[in-house]
């Protein structure tokens, strides 16, 4: 070892062999004493490197993870949210759940999850084009992101049930394919595929997970993905703890954009009251 090797060193210039004159003796002193300071000058600087190396990891770590343009194509916070889309200049209409304002879509159904026992909402999933998406948000620090460590923690989570989970790099982050072990209704034992996909806003965390034709059709998945993209986050001004998750209420009556309807129907555009407009159930 080198540190032994170094110590008995040491140790023999500090004997007088008898043999050795005292100015040969200062001589060899002086030489263990410059190779001990080197050796402990490259150890230092193994330790500082290892140190700075940490603190990076550290730091990537906690780093925000989201989409390089989403200010631009979201998700969105509350304060950045276009009130026009496209070029036609018309209001794009949103459901509002609370923290999540979703887009509306033609034929789209919404889900809310509650639990039983606290009455909560706990998530909200979105069916369209027989896929599936659904929302979680939550608090998160100001100057800090939580996807990078809650997407380690899953795939940890995933792989000690005996799935596997892999990374991608997609348009909007880095995601986890995930195969997870399920149980059918007939009893058989088998494997479910999802995608885990996340976002750090301001001070906000939003958590996807994609199912359904999305995995597998890309036009799906480009559909599933604008309505993701879509989804404005409304963190509010309360102070909540990180990871704390942000209150979903059941939507109001008419959704944001919903007025342009009455304002179309004034001017006399043509409005097909037949359209389908969002159906909401409720999930217990």
């Known amino acids: 070892m080198r540190g032994r090797a170094l110590t008995m060193g040491l140790f023999d210039a500090f004997r007088r062999p008898k043999s050795t004159p005292p100015e040969q003796e200062s001589k060899t002193a002086d030489v263990a004493d410059t190779v001990?300071?080197?050796?402990?000058?490259?150890?230092?600087?193994?330790?500082d490197t290892a140190d700075a190396d940490e603190e990076d990891a550290d730091e990537e770590l906690h780093a925000k993870s989201a989409p390089l343009d989403r200010r631009e194509k979201g998700p969105f916070d509350s304060a950045?949210?276009?009130?026009t889309t496209g070029e036609d200049g018309k209001k794009q209409p949103r459901l509002d759940l609370g923290a999540l304002k979703l887009p509306v879509r033609h034929g789209m159904q919404v889900r809310l999850d509650v639990d039983d026992k606290t009455k909560r909402i706990m998530s909200v999933t979105v069916v369209s084009e027989k896929s599936t998406l659904q929302l979680q948000a939550f608090a998160a620090p100001r100057s800090e992101g939580l996807w990078n460590v809650v997407r380690g923690q899953l795939q940890e989570s995933i792989a000690a049930q005996g799935g596997e989970a892999r990374e991608l790099h997609t348009e909007i982050g880095r995601e986890l394919l995930a195969k997870i072990p399920a149980t059918a209704k007939d009893g058989?034992?088998?494997f479910r595929l999802a995608r885990f996909a996340g976002v750090d806003g301001p001070?906000?965390?939003l958590r996807?997970?994609?199912?359904?034709?999305?995995l597998t059709d890309e036009e799906a998945r480009a559909h599933i993905v604008s309505l993701l993209r879509g989804v404005v986050v409304d963190r509010g001004e309360e102070p909540l703890p990180p990871r704390e998750l942000l209150p979903l209420t059941p939507p109001k009556q008419q959704t944001e954009g919903a007025d342009g309807a009455q304002d179309a129907a004034e001017k006399g555009e043509d409005i097909d009251p037949f359209e389908r407009g969002p159906e909401i159930t409720e999930v217990r």
């Open 203 to 205: 001070r906000w965390f």
């Open 208 to 214: 996807a997970v994609i199912g359904g034709k999305a």
């Open 80 to 83: 950045e949210a276009p009130e």
């Open 36 to 47: 001990d300071a080197e050796e402990l000058h490259e150890e230092s600087d193994a330790e």
């Open 188 to 190: 058989r034992k088998g």
